[in-house]
Structure formats: C-alpha cells, structure tokens
C-alpha cells in the first residue's frame, strides 16, 4: 500500500517527512485535470494537490503557485480504479423508443438516492450504444445506430455540458461493451455485422481507436467490467443468430492482445448492464426473456459466475455504472426509467432508488465519476 508520507521540505519549510493525516487545516485530496494548462489558478487551498492527466504530474499548492512534485516525493497506488466513481453515474445516448434515438447525458447521485437531471447532449443523438468508459475528468460514447457509427464522444465531469467528437473507431458498430484501464477506453464485440474485435483509445489525447485484440467469440449485446488489470465481456449474442452466449471473456490492459474464456455466466443471455467492484464483476439482468438476476464473478481468480441477487424489474438492455460501493442498472427495455442499486460488499437485491429523465430508455451507455 502506498505510504501517506510525502516529501514537503521544499514547499513548507522543513527538513522532515510530514504525514499528511496529520497536517492541520489544509486540503489533502487530490483534483483531477487534463492536463496541466487546466490547473486552477486560484481559490486554491493550502496543501491542495492537483493530478494532471495529460503530463501525468501531481502538483501540489504552496498557497502562491503549484509546485510540480518529483516522481520520487511522492508515490501513486498502482490500483487507481477510474472504473468507480463516488460522485456520480451518467446514462449516455440510447433508444428511449421502438423507433427513435437519444442525445441525453443524465447525471445521477452516488452521494444521495435520487432522479438523474438532463446535464447535456452528445453531438449526434444514437441509440445501441452500449459501450462507455470514464477516465478521471471524462466520460465517453462509442459507436451506436440511427445511423451505424464509428463516433467517439467525450463530454467533462468537472462541468456539465455536451460532448464533443474526439474520434472514431476503426469500423462503425453498434451494441459493443465498453471497459477502461487507467489510460485507455476499449470497445468490445458489437455489430453489424457482429464482430470480435476489441478496439483502443487513448484518455491522455483526443484520438481514433486502433484495433488491439479480438474476443474468443463474435458477439454483440455483451456487458463490459473492468479490473485493474483485465477487461472483461461476459454473455451477449452473435452468430447463428440470434444465439446467445454465457461466456466471460478477459483481456490484459497490460499488453495488447487476444483475450482468454475464463468461466460462465449462470445462464446463456444477452442484454446485461455490467458493473464492477474492486474484487468482482457484475452482469445484471439480460434478455433470455427479460430477467432479474444479478450475476457476480471474481476477478482474482478465473471462474464461473454465480446468482447473488435480483433487480426490482425485469429488464434487459439497461446501462451499467459503478460507484465504490454499489452497482447501479438505469433503465432498460421494461425497466421504465428506474435506477437500481445493489451492494457490492454483500450479496443481496437491488432497490429503486431514482429514474432517468426519459422512459423506455435502453442500450444507453453508461459512466462514473
């Protein structure tokens, strides 16, 4: 684990090693930006420390200006898990009908239960979109239908507002499962045609996606979970179609590569909102019909899933976000504009705890901050 000493002999005057626990009356969390142009220049606290994405330098306020630390004054835990949030959930995109599409960005609490607010749009309204992925100041949309898209959309955190374009993907698809390594996004699968591929952005720059890998199955309509380590996509449908699978999938973010099958689902399905704690990940509802169970596998070891809870709904298709300690489904085709959570510390059912702004809302991808 990494120490809570840090070298400030050169920002406070002293010749020691100081805990920051124990310093008085100052800020000790650290802000995220993209990159260090982005710093605030003022209403900074003393002992505020800032992370810029882009440079992947921590600085730190010295209540005049910000002081650039050195790799060795400082130390950054290797298990940063930008796949959970503890301020917010985000629904992007989707198909709120039979026919239509959405541009909505919802934003919901992880603080307090409650409603999602309408906080912005993505640059072309899609539904089937599936795959989203966070870094730690943005949010990301990839691919969709209405028309079939190859757009990556990225839209901030730190403020709300819509999305801009900041690439594409190497092929246009709909229904791909999304995942996000510390620096990375990734899209997996998707359709049509329904393909295998697994596909690579970069958080640091505004770039196209390169395709890195394939899944041991073509498929599509998969749920997308995150370690710190691997990429996973567990279920989905593909070929001869409509099949549908039970399949979890792995991948390395470590390296580039073809990813390995590493258990089962309960039961072959496709349509499920994945969701991941630090240990597990989550593949809730699916389609094999509409259905309720909440699926848990590990990440320490390969493994089959197993049935650890139900949803409050039926449903298939919904969005799947990540706080530290819940997992959260958001809509979903017969999931109304309900907002589920479950715990992630112990097996158990979800709860109504909010509703989307739009209903009908399904095949929206979904962050967290």
Same mark, same amino acid.
């Given at each position: 684990?990494?120490?809570?000493?840090?070298?400030?002999?050169?920002?406070?005057?002293?010749?020691?090693?100081?805990?920051?626990?124990?310093?008085?009356?100052?800020?000790?969390?650290?802000?995220?930006?993209?990159?260090?142009?982005?710093?605030?220049?003022?209403?900074?606290?003393?002992?505020?420390?800032?992370?810029?994405?882009?440079?992947?330098?921590?600085?730190?306020?010295?209540?005049?200006?910000?002081?650039?630390?050195?790799?060795?004054?400082?130390?950054?835990?290797?298990?940063?898990?930008?796949?959970?949030?503890?301020?917010?959930?985000?629904?992007?995109?989707?198909?709120?009908?039979?026919?239509?599409?959405?541009?909505?960005?919802?934003?919901?609490?992880?603080?307090?239960?409650?409603?999602?607010?309408?906080?912005?749009?993505?640059?072309?309204?899609?539904?089937?979109?599936?795959?989203?992925?966070?870094?730690?100041?943005?949010?990301?949309?990839?691919?969709?239908?209405?028309?079939?898209?190859?757009?990556? *959309?990225?839209? @901030? &955190? !730190?403020? =709300? #507002?819509? /999305? +801009?374009?900041?690439? $594409? %993907?190497?092929?246009?698809?709909?229904?791909?499962?999304?995942?996000?390594?510390?620096?990375?996004?990734?899209?997996?699968?998707?359709?049509?045609?329904?393909?295998?591929?697994?596909?690579?952005?970069?958080?640091?720059?505004?770039?196209?996606?390169?395709?890195?890998?394939?899944?041991?199955?073509?498929?599509?309509?998969?749920?997308?979970?995150?370690?710190?380590?691997?990429?996973?996509?567990?279920?989905?449908?593909?070929?001869?179609?409509?099949?549908?699978?039970?399949?979890?999938?792995?991948?390395?973010?470590?390296?580039?590569?073809?990813?390995?099958?590493?258990?089962?689902?309960?039961?072959?399905?496709?349509?499920?909102?994945?969701?991941?704690?630090?240990?597990?990940?989550?593949?809730?509802?699916?389609?094999?019909?509409?259905?309720?169970?909440? *699926?848990?596998? @590990? &990440? !320490?070891? =390969? #493994?089959? /899933? +197993?049935?650890?809870? $139900? %949803?409050?709904?039926?449903?298939?298709?919904?969005?799947?976000?990540?706080?530290?300690?819940?997992?959260?489904?958001?809509?979903?085709?017969?999931?109304?504009?309900?907002?589920?959570?479950?715990?992630?510390?112990?097996?158990?059912?979800?709860?109504?705890?909010?509703?989307?702004?739009?209903?009908?809302?399904?095949?929206?991808?979904?962050?967290?901050?």
């Amino acid at each position: 684990m990494a120490s809570n000493s840090r070298n400030l002999s050169s920002l406070l005057g002293t010749d020691t090693k100081i805990a920051t626990d124990d310093i008085s009356g100052v800020q000790v969390g650290i802000g995220f930006y993209v990159n260090e142009a982005a710093l605030p220049a003022d209403n900074n606290v003393l002992g505020a420390k800032a992370y810029a994405e882009a440079e992947a330098t921590l600085h730190f306020w010295n209540g005049a200006t910000w002081n650039a630390l050195a790799v060795t004054e400082y130390e950054v835990a290797s298990d940063v898990r930008i796949f959970q949030g503890s301020i917010s959930g985000y629904a992007s995109g989707g198909t709120p009908g039979p026919t239509g599409t959405s541009n909505i960005i919802d934003k919901f609490s992880f603080v307090s239960d409650g409603n999602a607010t309408d906080v912005g749009d993505l640059t072309v309204a899609r539904g089937y979109i599936g795959a989203g992925a966070s870094s730690v100041v943005s949010g990301y949309s990839s691919g969709g239908h209405n028309p079939l898209s190859n757009v990556i *959309d990225k839209f @901030p &955190f !730190a403020a =709300d #507002g819509n /999305a +801009t374009d900041v690439g $594409d %993907l190497p092929t246009a698809k709909r229904l791909a499962a999304g995942q996000s390594s510390t620096v990375s996004g990734y899209v997996s699968g998707g359709a049509w045609p329904i393909v295998n591929t697994i596909d690579k952005f970069p958080f640091a720059v505004d770039a196209n996606a390169t395709e890195v890998g394939n899944l041991t199955v073509a498929r599509c309509t998969a749920a997308g979970q995150s370690s710190t380590e691997s990429g996973y996509t567990s279920g989905g449908n593909g070929l001869p179609h409509p099949a549908k699978f039970n399949t979890i999938d792995k991948f390395s973010f470590a390296a580039d590569g073809t990813a390995t099958d590493v258990g089962d689902l309960t039961a072959v399905k496709n349509g499920l909102a994945g969701t991941s704690s630090d240990v597990s990940g989550y593949a809730a509802g699916g389609q094999a019909p509409a259905i309720t169970v909440i *699926d848990k596998f @590990p &990440f !320490a070891s =390969d #493994g089959n /899933a +197993t049935d650890v809870g $139900d %949803l409050t709904i039926g449903r298939y298709a919904a969005g799947g976000q990540s706080s530290t300690v819940s997992g959260y489904t958001s809509g979903g085709r017969f999931g109304g504009t309900v907002i589920d959570k479950f715990p992630f510390a112990s097996d158990g059912n979800a709860t109504d705890v909010g509703d989307l702004t739009v209903i009908g809302r399904y095949y929206a991808a979904g962050q967290q901050v």
